[in-house]
């Protein structure tokens, strides 16, 4: 088995990654949505690098056990600032579950939010091929977990209660700032804290809310009728899901603090155990430089790109291409360019399906066909993604392939055994990369010559601006059971009711 390496932001240190446990699992616990709104493609990136990491894993040989929390209470936004100092006195600054939030927008119960939008995440997922974690736990259906967790902190000391709730005592923990590099000092520093809460230190987090009787979202607890706080969620749906201690901990860099310190904290302060060896956080998705905000028009979601005519894999091979560590700035022209690598990287398959299948001896010499050490390639291409995850290294050693057969490829000229050969070569490159079904695109359909033609002389019609002419003809083609499709880099045919297009 080939030791994977990963930065491991708790040290900042490259880290050869080994289960912890005497089973020999690894547990990787990966922070999930928060299900009160569709999920954008930013978030979408953070999924994909839990994707590249798993497959990653179980490629070189890890066994691996996947846990993704789903987020459905407790995930506060900041307390807003009191309208007065009447207000304060009267403890009126109240903090805002984005559930509740979201619940309030679409005239809607919490529950109903939770389901509507855990559903678009699972649908999101499925179109980006990302294998689904095998347990999703719900922050709402371990309430009990956290209830007790929270004990366990009290009665260590850790925590304390308010007229508002229950908050982690963080001068109690030394090492608190270890992953984020935030001292407690700096924290304190400009920090506001509301009469309301109480709290002994502005750093200081809720671990249970206590609720006013109207909210829509309580349990009973020792502290009263409340709500847990999000920090305290995922380390008890980790701990109840994969042991006190676990492996890896994935999530984006906006996560590292308040949210991650916080996790270490407390996990820690309660089993007096490290809470996870190695913490592996992806760097922003950001549009226009600019990060998701539907106030600017850069909030983007999946949906959004299959209805402006674009494949979801697409833009997983756009992620693909720049490392998890490395800011990704999405643009049109990036997704176009990614969209053109996809349609020819499928291309290259049914090219190669295309020679596997033909009618003549299986040993001909193929003419021109390079020697190839096909070890080596699987070598080159293992270690890329060993070496924390470079999946662009693995990349390019997928397109190489491609750039050195595709002569003999088109040509129709390459061996049925170095086809067979290929096509094995680019399932193990599928198992990880999940950009192409191997079986799948020996279906692609061909494009008959005479809707060829049409296409043909439908784009030197545009090209001319004739453009009533490249409208009938594009309704001719449509009639023959094909769309077609401007794009910069020609235009790409879809056979009408199919999944799969060709560019000509």
């Not at 307390?79 to 600054?93: F, Q, R």
């Not at 409340?226 to 969620?233: D, K």
């Not at 094995?424 to 198992?431: P, S």
């Not at 359909?445 to 453009?467: G, T």
Request: glycine share 6%.
């Amino acid at each position: 088995m080939k030791r994977l390496r990963l930065w491991n932001t708790l040290g900042k240190e490259d880290t050869d990654i080994h289960p912890s446990a005497a089973d020999g699992v690894l547990r990787i616990y990966h922070c999930g949505p928060t299900v009160y709104a569709s999920p954008h493609i930013g978030n979408l990136r953070r999924f994909l690098v839990a994707d590249l990491l798993v497959r990653t894993l179980r490629f070189l040989g890890y066994e691996v056990r996947s846990v993704m929390n789903i987020t459905d209470v407790g995930h506060l936004l900041d307390l807003p600032a009191p309208a007065s100092p009447e207000a304060m006195e009267a403890g009126a600054a109240e903090p805002v579950d984005r559930m509740i939030l979201a619940s309030q927008r679409e005239h809607a119960s919490p529950q109903q939010i939770a389901a509507k939008y855990t559903q678009e995440f699972f649908d999101a997922l499925t179109a980006i091929r990302a294998e689904p974690a095998q347990y999703y736990p719900r922050a709402t259906m371990h309430i009990p977990q956290m209830i007790d967790l929270t004990k366990r902190l009290r009665d260590k000391g850790y925590a304390y209660e308010t007229s508002s709730g229950v908050y982690f005592d963080v001068t109690k923990t030394p090492a608190y700032g270890g992953l984020s590099g935030n001292t407690l000092a700096a924290v304190e520093t400009g920090a506001r804290v509301d009469a309301r809460e109480e709290k002994r230190h502005p750093a200081d987090f809720a671990l249970w809310i206590k609720a006013a009787k109207e909210h829509l979202m309580q349990w009973d607890s020792p502290w009263g009728r409340g709500y847990p706080g999000w920090h305290i969620e995922c380390s008890a749906m980790a701990m109840h899901s994969l042991g006190e201690t676990i492996d890896i901990h994935t999530g984006g860099e906006d996560n590292i603090f308040p949210h991650h310190e916080n996790e270490i904290a407390q996990s820690e302060g309660a089993t007096g155990k490290p809470f996870a060896h190695i913490w592996l956080h992806n760097a922003h998705l950001l549009v226009g430089d600019k990060k998701m905000s539907k106030s600017e028009g850069t909030f983007i979601t999946l949906p959004d790109l299959v209805d402006h005519g674009y494949d979801p894999l697409a833009f997983r091979l756009l992620v693909l291409q720049t490392h998890y560590r490395s800011k990704l700035n999405f643009t049109w022209d990036g997704l176009d360019a990614a969209t053109e690598a996809l349609e020819n990287l499928r291309a290259f398959v049914r090219g190669v399906w295309r020679n596997v299948e033909r009618e003549r001896p299986s040993e001909k010499s193929s003419v021109g066909s390079p020697a190839w050490d096909f070890e080596h390639t699987e070598k080159e291409f293992s270690d890329a993604l060993a070496n924390d995850l470079g999946s662009p290294q693995a990349l390019a050693v997928v397109f190489h392939v491609v750039r050195a057969f595709n002569p003999v490829v088109n040509d129709d000229t390459l061996a049925q055994s170095m086809a067979r050969r290929i096509l094995e070569l680019f399932r193990t490159f599928d198992r990880v990369l999940a950009l192409i079904d191997i079986e799948a695109a020996r279906e692609l359909p061909e494009i008959p010559e005479h809707v060829q033609r049409l296409v043909q002389q439908r784009e030197k019609a545009r090209v001319q601006k004739e453009f009533l002419e490249a409208d009938r003809l594009r309704v001719k083609i449509r009639d023959l059971g094909f769309d077609v499709e401007d794009r910069a880099s020609g235009p790409r045919v879809t056979p009408r009711g199919k999944k799969h297009d060709i560019l000509l």
